[in-house]
């Protein structure tokens, strides 16, 4: 890929992914996700010295983002599927590429989930309660305010709601918020945004949020419920041991000073069976509680320090075992 460079390419990540995944199935197709993005985004979080080309790694890291997330919705994993999104999202490295936010808008308004559809362009645009917008380009954020409308057009069943009623809207809803909500200092994320006001036929966003899409009122007791499973293959443990194994043989030099001091220099390796044997009984104690138990080793000691009536110890005494 032209400018890019060869270690930082996401489609030899994504081929690799799909390899694993014919041969060895979805989890070690994720594993090889999880492994490139954090390695990835590492690097590029550290470089301070301008060694890598930050703007188009970003960019490969926001493909290996949507290629993974797109590996759970293809397997029916969506929880693990809105995980990722989110997560990508707050990527320190490529929260900001806007074909993240789209995508997950995109599969929220899929699943009919536009109350969280709206949460998230809210949080695009204008911010929480503990940051401001996430996307601060200008370009991105009108792509993302014309998504925005589109979908509340539909949920709305209002296709002549403007992109400015909109915007009034979600000022009014924001400067509310900022009103009933007690701050020590100024709040970027509940300003109003500086609009000029325009009516708004039932303009509460809340209220238009919770009118999701109407679904139907019963399923058949026969319909197919999908649910998310996770199979577990030797090979996918296999592949996971190799994974870690790697990521000890190349530690940070402090980590593994730090690991040398406590374990020694050998490498980890996976425990030989059997992992687990029953312990032989311990003669080293006199009471001989390992073979008779706590109960019967105390009666043993009482008989065995028993006193006759002219003040002498029996010192000795008989246990049949039956």
């Known amino acids: 890929m032209d400018g890019v460079p060869s270690e930082y390419n996401s489609q030899t990540i994504i081929d690799e992914a799909e390899s694993k995944f014919q041969s060895e199935g979805v989890q070690a197709a994720q594993k090889v996700y999880q492994s490139a993005l954090l390695e990835w ?19 490969e890291i926001a493909k290996l983002w949507l290629a993974y997330a797109n590996l759970n919705k ?10 990722v999104y989110d ?23 899929e699943r009919s989930r536009p109350k969280m559809a709206q949460k998230l362009y809210l949080r695009a645009l204008v911010g929480d309660e503990r940051s401001g917008p996430a996307i601060a380009n200008p370009d991105d954020q009108q792509t993302l305010w014309d998504g925005f409308l589109r979908m509340m057009q539909t949920l709305r069943n209002k296709p002549d709601l403007t992109l400015k009623e909109l ?32 009516p708004l036929e039932s303009a509460n966003l809340s209220r238009i949020a919770e009118e999701e899409i109407a679904r139907p009122a019963k399923r058949s007791r026969w319909e197919k419920m999908i649910v998310e499973t996770e199979i577990l293959r030797a090979a996918s443990l296999e592949s996971s041991a190799t994974i870690l194994v790697n990521a000890s043989k190349n ?18 390796s996976p425990p ?18 390992d073979l008779v138990g706590g109960e019967a080793a105390l009666k043993i000691l009482r008989l065995l320090t028993a006193e006759t009536h002219d003040g002498k110890c029996l010192g000795s005494a008989v246990l049949e075992v039956c």
Do not use: H, Y
């Not at 997560?87 to 599969?107: E, H, K």
């Not at 992992?275 to 509680?289: E, Q, R, V």
């Open 167 to 198: 915007k009034d809207a979600v000022g009014r809803e924001r400067g509310s918020a900022a009103q009933t909500t007690p701050s020590t200092g100024p709040v970027s994320a509940a300003k109003p945004i500086s609009v000029p006001s325009a």
């Open 74 to 83: 293809r397997n029916n994993l969506n929880k693990s599927a809105t995980e």
């Open 41 to 59: 985004v590492d690097d590029v979080a550290m470089d301070d010295g301008g060694a890598i080309q930050t703007d188009r790694v970003k960019e």
């Open 272 to 289: 030989e069976p059997p992992l687990f044997t029953a312990s032989p009984p311990k003669l080293s104690d006199p009471s001989g509680k």
């Open 251 to 268: 530690l940070p030099p402090d980590i593994e000073t730090l690991w040398f001091a406590r374990d020694g220099g050998s490498v980890p």
């Open 87 to 109: 997560q990508a999202t707050r990527c320190p490295v490529s929260g900001q590429i806007v074909n993240i936010w789209v995508d997950f808008a995109g599969f929220l308004k």
